[in-house]
């Protein structure tokens, strides 16, 4: 079987492009990826000389390079984590998170119909959601929870699910959708909260935190997203919305404190800065349908994989120190310039 994984240079598609290479050794993986800042193709250096693996370099949103793409490849399954992914930048500049989360979504799912792709799977966030109150321990998202974006970018998240939704209704297309809460785990770009603490303490910088570092998100390792894709795409019902968190809500500040703790860094790096606009209170799922229907639960416990990723970025400071100084973007060149 091919799978065509989108967006597979980035944190959690490399994570899963490796896993699926573990768990499924005679699939064919081919990944494409537009290599924009956050896509990062040394993540995958030690999949590029194997058989049963491709990586192309390409945007979701050209529909003849996607169909070119498929016309070669007849992937059976495809999984799309290509996006624009990060909250402040969409607050700065929204378009590019229209074009790339919402009509390149709907240039794969075409693709998918004219080349009978046998599933479809959209790579969503818990973010569509919006947020729950902090005093309401309670309440949890389902997947029947309304749909209530904040910010362009979960916004344009949530247009991807209505559209492969609708294709689904319209067309028959078989999709599936996941709906994560926040992952983390080796690989992932230092503009994100963990990978950017631990860079920033580990350089004796300022962490800086936004408002009184409150904000509620659930966390979950990022294999355990994986495994939930994995069981969805072998499981999950065409047409089926899955939630999948790991019951693991943790403030901001909490997370930032004990990142210190390990590195044996001082609170006093801390410094708290002016709120992101809109910023969303808590996110917390309920993951029990997926744990019913497909029985997935996480198998990573938050100071297990905090501990690891912690350790991770320590033995693997060549990664991200690249990608600090922005020499990772030559590697593309060096690997394939001229070729
Ligand atoms: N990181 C999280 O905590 C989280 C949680 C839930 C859902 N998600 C979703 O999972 C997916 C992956 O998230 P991530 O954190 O790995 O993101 P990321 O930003 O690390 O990676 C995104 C990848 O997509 C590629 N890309 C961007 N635009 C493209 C385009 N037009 N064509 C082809 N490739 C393109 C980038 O080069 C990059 O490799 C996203 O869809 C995101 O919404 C992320």
């Known amino acids: 079987m091919t799978i ?184 992932q770009f230092p503009e994100k909260l963990i990978p950017l603490m631990i860079a920033n303490a580990l350089a004796d910088r300022e962490l800086p935190v936004y408002g009184t570092g409150e904000n509620v998100r659930d966390w979950l390792y990022v294999e355990d997203h994986c495994r939930a894709i994995d069981a969805i795409l072998s499981g999950g019902r065409p047409g089926e919305i899955f939630n999948v968190g790991g019951h693991n809500e943790m403030r901001n500040i909490d997370i930032v404190r004990l990142i210190l703790r390990r590195l044996g860094k001082p609170e006093s790096l801390i410094r708290f800065v002016a709120d992101r606009k809109g910023h969303d209170l808590r996110y917390a799922i309920d993951p029990a349908k997926i744990h019913a229907e497909l029985g997935w639960l996480p198998e990573t416990r938050f100071e297990d994989g905090i501990a690891r990723t912690v350790d991770w970025y320590l033995e693997n400071r060549g990664w991200w120190e690249e990608i600090v100084s922005g020499e990772y973007r030559n590697y593309y060149e060096r690997m394939y310039g001229g070729r």
Not at 12 to 22: E, K, S, V
């Open 4 to 187: 065509l994984v989108t967006g597979g240079a980035g944190f959690i598609g490399a994570n899963f492009i490796r896993y699926w290479l573990d768990a499924h050794p005679l699939d064919r993986v081919v990944c494409l990826d537009k290599l924009t800042y956050a896509g990062n193709l040394s993540t995958l250096r030690p999949l590029l000389g194997r058989e049963n693996f491709r990586f192309v370099r390409g945007d979701i949103c050209d529909r003849d390079a996607v169909d070119a793409l498929f016309e070669e490849e007849r992937p059976g399954v495809v999984v799309n984590f290509a996006a624009e992914s990060h909250v402040d930048r969409s607050i700065e500049d929204p378009g590019v998170f229209l074009r790339t989360n919402v009509l390149g979504a709907g240039v794969l799912m075409d693709a998918c119909r004219k080349f009978g792709a046998r599933r479809f799977h959209q790579v969503s966030t818990d973010e569509v959601y919006g947020d729950l109150p902090l005093d309401r321990p309670d309440l949890l998202f389902s997947e029947t929870t309304p749909i209530h974006a904040s910010s362009p970018y979960s916004a344009s998240k949530a247009s991807a699910d209505l559209l492969a939704l609708a294709y689904f209704r319209t067309y028959g297309l078989p999709v599936t959708i996941s709906r994560c809460s926040n992952n983390y785990g080796p690989y």
